[in-house]
């Protein structure tokens, strides 16, 4: 696989190995995401279909499978071990492919990204907001890191590799008139039963 960017490469590499072990589904870990899971999708239920951005080892799948067991989960990965790890699940039919060359087969009730847009090189950002928007038939979820101005922080001790901004004010202006917002919130890294990595979530839907 070619890639365009840096951040691509980084995550097909090595390094998105390393995150991989880093991040096994502990019963810890799936019991907060799915508590995380239920909380971002109180506005959204019924969710007939899912499809996630970059979804390593299937977290988020296994998070929305226990909350909505009946949705239709796909997904896509860059990491190939991370990918293949996913499908071992056996709940999502999930793809390895960067989210920059990706065509989605269908559309989907709900689009979703996790803790991906601030690894990405924010000159193609726009197109993967217009990836998120053009596969959703109804509702866009995001679940970032929050910052109201762009901002770049030193990642694990590298440059380039985690961008903070305003990932959902940015959608809503750049769909203005089509996307609206739902629901938002924030996960503190101290709470004892939705803990996550204070990440803010976002949730959107499409009104044309």
Known sequence: MTYRTEQEAFWAGEFGDAYRERCALSDDLVAART????????????????????????LNLVAM?????????????????????????????????????YAPKQTYDLTMICGVLIHMNPEVLPEIYDLLFNASDRLILLFEYYNPTPVEVNYRGHEGRLFKRDFAGEMLDRFSGRLKLLDYGFFYHRDPIARSDDGTFFLMEKTG
Do not use: W, Y
Not at 35 to 58: D, H, T, W, Y
Not at 68 to 91: F, H, K, M, V, Y
């Open 35 to 58: 508590n995380c899971m239920a909380r971002m999708l109180k506005q959204a239920a019924p969710v007939k279909s899912a499809f996630e951005v970059g979804c390593n080892i299937g």
């Open 65 to 101: 499978k226990r909350v909505s067991p009946a949705t239709q989960l796909s997904a896509i990965e860059i990491n190939d071990t991370s990918a293949e790890a996913a499908r071992q699940l056996g709940i999502a039919d999930v793809e390895t492919a960067s989210a920059l060359s």
